[in-house]
């Protein structure tokens, strides 16, 4: 194997001291322009790469940061990731992706991780832990952001979806098509979007005059397969629903399985209606309305704001919130 080279490698075939060539990858003007230029002919010829860890012990930054999924095969999480890591590349940062598995305690090691790592930030993605050992772990780093989970003191730049106003808009139209009796697939009971899913499902159905039954709410699994589970055990105890609002698109693709098999007919038996548009959703038969999520952008924003935060800047709006828009397909067509 080969050895790598090191900074006292190319201060003696340079002729200089490792002070020295250290200021001049640090671009410090106190190098003639005779060294400079002698210190990095030897860095290119023998291919030098400086120690990420030792510029770190340096000046105390690593140009690292960490993102935290709950669910990396998850294409909601993964346009996200694409947005954040787009940013940092921009800004000379490096991502450290880390995926929990939907799993809480499997998020608190990632995060204890992440510490051990020195990174210079991190954002977190809808976090499955519950608030007070987050609120623990998060004191740890310097610098934070949440990606569609709000904590109860609001103090960390958070960038969410409207979650609660775009389920009362699937749900809405759901029952602009004469549908009454429409079941949820709610997703984790710890996730904070999908309570707050349920929320608008329930807010609609209320200011339609319409009862919910306590069985026509179903927790699930956030995946196609977990979808398809559920799907099966809330029709079974309740054939009568004729439609369903799903957490997810991934849920609601297992729904659109799981009806396939019951041989439900989508739409004319039963309406199905996502949330998030992620690709999947106009593939599948029958195309999947859903409620489109800008996710890259998600991203985007939320490594501006790290961004910002690390270098200390003020942030004049902490919680920015996204809309998002009703996209109809066959799943459940426009009544006309």
Known sequence: MTRRVTISDVAKLAGVSSQTV???????PEVSPKTRQRVLEVIEQTGYRPSAVARGLATSRTSTIGMVVPDISNPFFSDIARGIEATAYDQGYNVFLC???????????????????????????????KTPALQDVLKRFPAIVLVNRLMDDASYPTVMVDNHKGAQKAVGHILNMGRKRVGILVGPAFSYSANQRKSGYL????????????GWIQYCTPTVEGGEEATKLLLKRHPQLDALFCFNDLVAVGAIQAC???????????AIVGFDDVYLAALV??????????????????MN?????????????????????LIIRNSAPKVT
Not at 108 to 127: H, M
Not at 260 to 270: H, V
């Open 285 to 302: 038969t029958p195309a999947l309305t859903t409620c489109r999520v800008p996710r890259v952008e998600m991203g985007r924003q939320a």
């Open 203 to 214: 807010d609609a159905m209320e200011g339609a005059g319409i009862s919910v039954e306590d």
């Open 99 to 129: 995926n929990s598995n939907e799993d809480p305690e499997r998020e608190l090691e990632v995060l204890f991780s992440l510490e051990e790592k020195q990174v210079d930030g991190v954002i977190l993605c809808g976090l499955r832990q």
């Open 22 to 28: 250290s200021r001049v990858i640090n671009n410090k």
């Open 305 to 325: 704001l790290l961004l910002r935060q690390m270098k200390g800047q003020r942030i004049e709006t902490p919680v920015i919130t996204v809309k998002t828009r």
């Open 260 to 270: 396939g098999a019951l041989n439900r007919r989508i739409p004319n038996d039963i």
